[in-house]
């Protein structure tokens, strides 16, 4: 799961070096890449998704028998969350003031006081030319996140089965009155998208696992492949119709991210049989680890190594593969360092204050099982 976490992170990453890497065309340095892709690399958010929805049922429910389990299930998520979101929404909101004209329309939420606080609380808010983005655009996949992790407190207490149940119908209500009821205001018709049903197909995979679902490797390779060539389908099919709205997305992309979820779903490794994997397979794990500062972080990076390139004139030597090669490899140096040095010891801090009881304030044992979601959940 972790793997998979680190690709999620990849494809996005490597989504926005495709863009940096137009934008070095448009500069006049270096000729511009076929905007036909292997993949919808965006899907690494549905991926996500999915994800996530597998790893609060999954790790989140053992909260509902404890005291004041909602409380603690929210503190762990604002402690996971919240920190490094806020360093660099505050970071942009820096660049927003210094240099609006290199932010476009996000610069304009400075404006905008209600908008600007609504970004920093998860909370969807029009920008002034329409779309529901925060001032760091990036959290958008966070409002749903967000969004998300509420409701699933809300129906803890009901059991596991209860709780994903009560979730799942709660989202596929909201889709339902999104379709059915035009003129919503914008955070319900933002929480009405479609997108939300990764969640509760991630929920249902927890589900089935905690059941016993193990499929067998050949089963799980299976799983893997037909995921992959479901997103390359994807890929075909929205090159033709241009973009994946509404109820396509989860089709056509959200339904491989599940099977590739799926195919995850084997016998959890403890920390020892982890250092047995092979290097580029400890390497993803690590990454999968500081996959949240890939995502938040990796944009910075890219656009840092892309002026860097410009200014040095290294673009037509690298050629547009070269350079999204090397604004990769910057975002990935760039979110290790940050996971290492400023989200863990965040992260640490904030449960500890947050819920001073916990157990999970500690760092795990090296000997310690690797839960499927993850050591940083």
């Given amino acids: ?78 402690a996971r969350v919240v920190p490094l979101y806020w360093l660099v929404s505050l970071l942009y909101l820096a660049l927003a003031l210094a240099r609006p004209d290199l932010l476009g329309a996000a610069a304009a939420l400075v404006r905008d006081p209600l908008a600007l606080v609504a970004s920093f609380l998860f909370w969807p808010a029009a920008r002034p030319d329409g779309t529901v983005q925060p001032l ?36 596929a209500g909201s889709v339902a009155v999104g379709a059915l009821v035009p003129g919503l205001p914008v955070p319900l018709r933002f ?14 995979l927890a589900l089935a696992w905690r059941a016993g679902f193990r499929p067998a490797l050949p089963v799980r390779a299976a799983l893997a492949v037909l995921g992959v060539l479901g997103l390359i389908l994807a890929a075909r099919v929205l090159a033709g119709l241009g973009e994946a709205d509404g109820i396509l997305r989860p089709l056509l992309v959200g339904g491989p991210a599940v099977l590739l979820v799926a195919s995850a779903l084997g016998p959890t490794r403890d920390a020892a049989q982890v250092a047995r994997l092979p290097s580029p397979a400890r390497g993803l794990v690590a990454l999968g680890d500081a996959s949240y500062a890939l995502y938040l972080v990796h944009p910075f990076a890219l656009r840092l190594v892309r002026e860097g390139v410009l200014r040095l004139g290294l673009a037509p030597t690298l050629h547009p593969w070269g350079s999204m090669a090397l604004m990769l490899a910057g975002g990935i140096a760039a979110a290790l360092v940050v ?11 904030l449960r500890r204050r947050l819920d001073p009881g916990a157990p999970q304030n500690r760092v795990r044992a090296a000997s310690a099982p690797v839960p499927p979601g993850g050591r940083a959940d």
């Avoid at 929480?191 to 249902?204: Q, T, Y």
């Fill in 339 to 349: 996971h290492r040095c400023v989200e863990r010891p965040l992260t640490r801090a």
């Fill in 191 to 204: 929480w009405s998208d479609p997108v939300v049903l990764e969640f509760a197909a991630g929920a249902g």
């Fill in 136 to 171: 760091y655009g990036l959290g958008w996949t966070l409002n749903y996140e967000a969004f998300f992790y509420v409701l699933f407190a809300a129906c803890l207490g009901l059991g596991r089965r209860g709780a994903v149940a009560w979730l799942c119908g709660i989202l």
């Fill in 1 to 78: 799961m972790q793997i998979l976490r680190a690709v999620a992170a990849l494809m996005v990453a490597w989504h926005h070096a495709r863009n940096e890497a137009g934008l070095l065309a448009d500069r006049g340095a270096g000729p511009a890449l076929d905007p036909a892709t292997l993949l919808p690399w965006w899907g690494g958010v549905d991926l996500f998704f999915v994800i996530s929805g597998f790893v609060i049922v999954h790790a989140g429910a053992r909260l509902a028998v404890r005291p004041g389990g909602r409380a603690r299930f929210l503190a762990h998520r604002v």
